[in-house]
T-cell receptor, first 111, second 113 residues
Framework: GDSVTQMEGPVTLSEEAFLTINCTYT??????LFWYVQYPGEGLQLLLKATKADDKGSNKGFEATYRKETTSFHLEKGSVQVSDSAVYFC??????????FGTGTRLAVRP | ETGVTQTPRHLVMGMTNKKSLKCEQHLGHNAMYWYKQSAKKPLELMFVYSLEERVENNSVPSRFSPECPNSSHLFLHLHTLQPEDSALYLC????????????FGQGTRLTVV
């Protein structure tokens, strides 16, 4: 079945540091890939997505590239801010209706 | 504001209580979902409704009973829960099942004592 593996957190960074959160997946066919973000006390919000190999999703300074050869969709940001502190979820959707999520990675950014 | 509203935000209930979670969306979406979010686990899809009909039930215990009276409202009725059911319950909606983007509510933090 489909699955998503994310690096365990928490990830703690200083403001303006470079961020990478790793995500790899297992799926049949050609899934769409997503990053969702959950700010404290909030529900999940779609951050970015990519629907085919080599696509790059980007939003709010975050980027992720769909790498079929390594089955990865790592999230990156060049300079994090305190306001980026949240839980980040990698997810995929293959041929069915179901979104399959990873366990989430908590990011804490220090001033 | 995501357009999906859940009430209550927090709920503490005993194992013999009966309570209900409510979800409301006015985005014109036709599909609604219940997810369970537990610490250190992936989000678990519990139920999927499309046009008010249940289309998926992922082996959820019968102590959780969903209801979708119309395309804007979704309920999760809770009865005789166990402490391990304590979690954040998230409602989501999308234009239709299979559509790539889902919009989530803020969740109900449930504690079973």
């Amino acid at each position: 079945g489909d699955s998503v593996t994310q690096m365990e957190g928490p990830v703690t960074l200083s403001e303006e540091a470079f961020l990478t959160i790793n995500c790899t997946y297992t799926a049949t066919g050609y899934p769409s890939l997503f990053w969702y973000v959950q700010y404290p006390g909030e529900g999940l919000q779609l951050l970015l997505k990519a629907t085919k190999a080599d696509d790059k999703g980007s939003n709010k300074g975050f980027e992720a590239t769909y790498r079929k050869e390594t089955t990865s969709f790592h999230l990156e940001k060049g300079s994090v801010q305190v306001s980026d502190s949240a839980v980040y979820f990698c997810a995929l959707k293959s041929s069915g209706d179901k979104l399959t999520f990873g366990t989430g990675t908590r990011l804490a950014v220090r001033p | 504001e995501t357009g999906v509203t859940q009430t209550p935000r927090h709920l503490v209930m005993g194992m013999t209580n009966k309570k209900s979670l409510k979800c409301e969306q006015h985005l014109g979406h036709n599909a609604m979902y219940w997810y369970k979010q537990s610490a250190k686990k992936p989000l678990e899809l519990m139920f999927v409704y499309s046009l008010e009909e249940r289309v998926e039930n992922n082996s959820v215990p019968s102590r959780f009973s969903p209801e979708c009276p119309n395309s804007s409202h979704l309920f999760l009725h809770l009865h005789t829960l166990q402490p391990e059911d304590s979690a954040l319950y998230l409602c989501a909606s999308s234009r239709r099942t299979g559509y790539t983007e889902a919009f989530f509510g803020q969740g109900t933090r449930l504690t079973v004592v």
